[in-house]
């Protein structure tokens, strides 16, 4: 029997194509082509709408209800009968594998497919000096924080307090270095209150970081040399915790974002909801606040705190200055906040929530950082999250809710929790393990997953069905981030990390060619492509903290850059790039082909990872390509670079056969207009 494909559905119109393996024979290859539903008795066959030179089209309109509904067609010919569900042609009912559509559920179109970067605010840019960290300023983590003064410094092994001095003048003053790029969104790491470099220990969920913003007082002495305790720190009480300091730097994001938002641009914030730090008002285990004076005293001072059931204590008699509390994986700096017994924190979060996304600061989308740890059950997560989508969706319908997550996202993906995850299981890790064998913080290294072509395939199908079509057009598409190691690190193929390999090993013996492999997988596959800071300009690392490296100002790689620059405006040019559906065409050790489709655009990339020249025969048939029709080189990566010279390929016997150089990858578009 012939294989079958379908092209994939739109709304409620689904259309169905079937194809063989000889080209010249591709209609009239079914006798019957149904639509079934899991779960019940709905079976409805579709009916041929139109032929072409290679294949029959097939429709049916089906009318939803409330309920979300999965469903799978059957393909009879003869006597034989096949499946066709998220994973392809199959003999097995797979219904948990099934296409789905949920009655309401819409991601952004202006997230589909856009161009994110991601700040991690302290490295990127220093803007205004006068909000510097301050040598000595406080005490964290039993050590005194540390002013960096070399940009250009490597990150030390316990980093989280070492200041570099980037802040949001910074990001500000090269709004048109990332708008030259082509950047569309702009991915914050944490940037509220907080008193460590990654800020995922939030102080005060309500105001941005002074450190970031803006300092309208200033005094206080910082701590002694010697100190272990912050009772001294009376320079980060008034930065951290004076309220015309927090009013000024909440002044200054809102106008920060409407100088982003008058370029076309947006923003997404983290929000870390599922612990705090222990600097937290809430909590105030540092003292900060019971020394500033007009606060409320916290629920590790005192047992009447109005914040009491914030946090889990085991000790009820450990106060005042009960440190009994729970921490979110035993770590104290990191308190687990306490949802399911505090009312009173659900609606402070949820007001939260609210107050990010609408005026004057009308954020365009949350991060969620482990949001599957929040709470203490999975029915609680659930019902969080669920309150979570409609509080910001009410606020601002087109805000993005994205989610931190490792594994299955399927139940918090069903229309009425997240919109979309980080894409790590469906796009960062087989592309990385494809392209370098390397797992993504290089701590392994596994030579049976380098090069499976068949593996990436299977992996990227696999984890792409988890989720709903319009989830996977907005996932973001990262190759590094701050909790790992620089993708251009990885190519050198080594295991290694700051404390036993030293920073410069992570710069040796790595491979241009399969970075901009990846690069050119990156803004060619469905979902939001999101740079790293710095990957552009050819920052390498180890995996935290050497990931966060200061972005190189004045010592950038330009030809990383203006390849970025490139490849950005093809995905943003091309319709299938942007919005278009996947086919696999080869897979191979170290190659694999695939297209993109949209209406009449059709694109197809070639990437061969072995490091010497190949001959390819691609299938483009299998887009519905025509024999005489030409494709357009419109990129070709090397190892040494890269060419955008035009080239033809003409369409013979359904292919198109080309000659690869050693770590190379190649973009083939059928004719549009770029203007």
Same mark, same amino acid.
């Given at each position: 029997?012939?294989?079958?494909?379908?092209?994939?559905?739109?709304?409620?119109?689904?259309?169905?194509?079937?194809?063989?393996?000889?080209?010249?024979?591709?209609?009239?290859?079914? !006798?019957?082509?149904?639509?079934?539903?899991?779960?019940?008795?709905?079976?409805?066959?579709?009916?041929?709408?139109?032929?072409?030179?290679?294949?029959?089209?097939?429709?049916?309109?089906?009318?939803?209800?409330?309920?979300?509904?999965?469903?799978?067609?059957?393909?009879?010919?003869?006597?034989?009968?096949?499946?066709?569900?998220?994973?392809?042609?199959?003999?097995?009912?797979?219904?948990?594998?099934?296409?789905?559509?949920?009655?309401?559920?819409?991601?952004?179109?202006?997230?589909?497919?856009?161009?994110?970067?991601?700040?991690?605010?302290?490295?990127?840019?220093?803007?205004?000096?006068?909000?510097?960290?301050? !040598?000595?300023?406080?005490?964290?983590?039993?050590?005194?924080?540390?002013?960096?003064?070399?940009?250009?410094?490597?990150?030390?092994?316990?980093?989280?307090?070492?200041?570099?001095?980037?802040?949001?003048?910074?990001?500000?003053?090269?709004?048109?270095?990332?708008?030259?790029?082509?950047?569309?969104?702009? /991915?914050?790491?944490?940037?509220?209150?907080?008193?460590?470099?990654?800020?995922?220990?939030?102080?005060? /969920?309500?105001?941005?970081?002074?450190?970031?913003?803006?300092?309208?007082?200033?005094?206080?002495?910082?701590?002694?040399?010697?100190?272990?305790?912050?009772?001294?720190?009376?320079?980060?009480?008034?930065?951290?915790?004076?309220?015309?300091?927090?009013?000024?730097?909440?002044?200054?994001?809102?106008?920060?974002?409407?100088?982003?938002?008058?370029?076309?641009?947006?923003?997404?914030?983290?929000?870390?909801?599922?612990?705090?730090?222990?600097?937290?008002?809430?909590?105030?285990?540092?003292?900060? /606040?019971?020394?500033?004076?007009?606060?409320?005293?916290?629920?590790?001072?005192?047992?009447?705190?109005?914040?009491?059931?914030?946090?889990?204590?085991?000790?009820?008699?450990?106060?005042?200055?009960?440190?009994?509390?729970?921490?979110?994986?035993?770590?104290?700096?990191?308190?687990?906040?306490?949802?399911?017994?505090?009312?009173?924190?659900?609606?402070?979060?949820?007001?939260?929530?609210?107050?990010?996304?609408?005026?004057?600061?009308?954020?365009?989308?949350?991060?969620?950082?482990?949001?599957?740890?929040?709470?203490?059950?999975?029915?609680?997560?659930?019902?969080?999250?669920?309150?979570?989508?409609?509080?910001?969706?009410?606020?601002?319908?087109?805000?993005?809710?994205?989610?931190?997550?490792?594994?299955?996202?399927?139940?918090?993906?069903?229309?009425?929790?997240?919109?979309?995850?980080?894409?790590?299981?469906?796009?960062?890790?087989?592309?990385?393990?494809?392209?370098?064998?390397?797992?993504?913080?290089?701590?392994?290294?596994?030579?049976?997953?380098?090069?499976?072509?068949?593996?990436?395939?299977?992996?990227?199908?696999?984890?792409?069905?988890?989720?709903?079509?319009?989830?996977?057009?907005?996932?973001?598409?990262?190759?590094?981030?701050?909790?790992?190691?620089?993708?251009?690190?990885?190519?050198?193929?080594?295991?290694?990390?700051?404390?036993?390999?030293?920073?410069?090993?992570?710069?040796?013996?790595?491979?241009?060619?399969?970075?901009?492999?990846?690069?050119?997988?990156?803004?060619?596959?469905?979902?939001?492509?999101?740079?790293?800071?710095?990957?552009?300009?050819?920052?390498?690392?180890?995996?935290?903290?050497?990931?966060?490296?200061?972005?190189?100002?004045?010592?950038?790689?330009?030809?990383?850059?203006?390849?970025?620059?490139?490849?950005?405006?093809?995905?943003?040019?091309?319709?299938?790039?942007?919005?278009?559906?996947?086919?696999?065409?080869?897979?191979?050790?170290?190659?694999?082909?695939?297209?993109?489709?949209?209406?009449?655009?059709?694109?197809?990339?070639?990437?061969?990872?072995?490091?010497?020249?190949? !001959?390819?025969?691609?299938?483009?048939?299998?887009?519905?390509?025509?024999?005489?029709?030409?494709?357009?080189?419109?990129?070709?990566?090397?190892?040494?670079?890269?060419?955008?010279?035009?080239?033809?390929?003409?369409?013979? !016997?359904?292919?198109?056969?080309?000659?690869?150089?050693?770590?190379?990858?190649?973009?083939?578009?059928?004719?549009?207009?770029?203007?």
């Amino acid at each position: 029997m012939t294989r079958r494909r379908i092209t994939g559905y739109r709304r409620n119109r689904t259309r169905v194509t079937w194809s063989g393996s000889d080209s010249a024979r591709l209609r009239g290859d079914a !006798d019957r082509v149904c639509y079934i539903e899991s779960g019940s008795d709905r079976e409805e066959e579709l009916r041929k709408t139109s032929s072409d030179q290679l294949f029959d089209y097939y429709e049916c309109e089906i009318r939803t209800g409330r309920e979300g509904i999965s469903y799978f067609f059957q393909v009879m010919k003869d006597t034989e009968v096949c499946y066709y569900n998220r994973l392809g042609a199959t003999s097995d009912i797979q219904s948990c594998f099934g296409f789905r559509i949920t009655p309401g559920f819409h991601t952004p179109d202006w997230a589909k497919g856009a161009v994110m970067y991601q700040i991690y605010v302290d490295r990127f840019c220093r803007g205004d000096e006068t909000n510097d960290v301050m !040598d000595d300023e406080y005490i964290y983590i039993g050590k005194p924080v540390q002013r960096v003064k070399e940009w250009d410094e490597y990150p030390s092994t316990m980093d989280v307090g070492r200041f570099y001095g980037g802040d949001l003048q910074g990001v500000w003053d090269k709004l048109d270095y990332l708008k030259r790029l082509g950047v569309e969104v702009i /991915y914050f790491n944490p940037i509220f209150v907080s008193p460590s470099n990654h800020k995922y220990d939030c102080q005060d /969920y309500e105001h941005i970081d002074p450190h970031y913003a803006k300092l309208v007082r200033d005094g206080g002495e910082p701590v002694a040399p010697s100190a272990t305790g912050n009772e001294g720190a009376t320079a980060y009480q008034i930065r951290s915790a004076d309220r015309r300091n927090l009013e000024a730097s909440d002044a200054f994001f809102a106008s920060f974002m409407s100088e982003v938002h008058s370029r076309g641009m947006r923003v997404i914030l983290d929000g870390v909801f599922n612990h705090c730090g222990s600097f937290n008002k809430w909590l105030d285990a540092e003292r900060i /606040y019971e020394r500033a004076g007009d606060y409320e005293p916290g629920a590790y001072i005192s047992a009447d705190s109005p914040y009491r059931t914030f946090f889990k204590f085991y000790n009820e008699n450990g106060w005042p200055y009960n440190s009994s509390y729970d921490g979110w994986w035993g770590h104290s700096t990191l308190p687990k906040l306490n949802y399911e017994e505090s009312p009173k924190l659900y609606e402070y979060i949820m007001r939260i929530a609210r107050k990010w996304v609408s005026p004057p600061y009308s954020v365009d989308g949350w991060r969620l950082d482990v949001a599957a740890d929040l709470g203490h059950s999975n029915e609680y997560n659930h019902k969080f999250w669920r309150d979570f989508r409609r509080t910001v969706k009410e606020a601002n319908p087109e805000a993005l809710i994205l989610a931190e997550h490792y594994g299955d996202p399927s139940a918090w993906l069903e229309g009425d929790q997240w919109d979309t995850v980080m894409n790590y299981d469906a796009f960062m890790e087989p592309v990385t393990w494809f392209l370098t064998g390397m797992e993504k913080h290089s701590d392994e290294y596994n030579n049976n997953l380098y090069g499976d072509g068949e593996g990436f395939f299977r992996s990227m199908n696999h984890h792409m069905s988890r989720m709903q079509t319009p989830s996977v057009m907005v996932a973001m598409n990262e190759l590094s981030n701050h909790d790992h190691s620089r993708f251009l690190t990885r190519t050198n193929r080594t295991i290694g990390r700051i404390g036993n390999a030293g920073p410069e090993a992570a710069s040796k013996d790595i491979n241009y060619g399969i970075f901009r492999e990846a690069v050119m997988i990156q803004m060619t596959w469905p979902g939001a492509p999101t740079i790293y800071y710095g990957d552009e300009a050819g920052v390498c690392g180890w995996t935290d903290p050497d990931s966060r490296r200061t972005y190189p100002w004045g010592k950038e790689d330009f030809e990383l850059i203006e390849f970025h620059h490139y490849m950005i405006g093809l995905h943003k040019k091309l319709p299938a790039l942007r919005k278009g559906s996947v086919k696999k065409l080869l897979a191979d050790r170290q190659l694999i082909a695939y297209g993109r489709m949209y209406h009449e655009n059709r694109c197809v990339v070639v990437v061969n990872n072995r490091a010497s020249e190949r !001959d390819v025969e691609v299938p483009v048939w299998e887009l519905g390509i025509f024999d005489g029709a030409v494709m357009i080189r419109k990129i070709l990566t090397l190892t040494e670079g890269y060419n955008v010279g035009a080239v033809e390929y003409q369409v013979k !016997d359904g292919k198109i056969c080309l000659s690869l150089g050693a770590n190379s990858s190649v973009l083939l578009v059928t004719d549009v207009d770029l203007s």
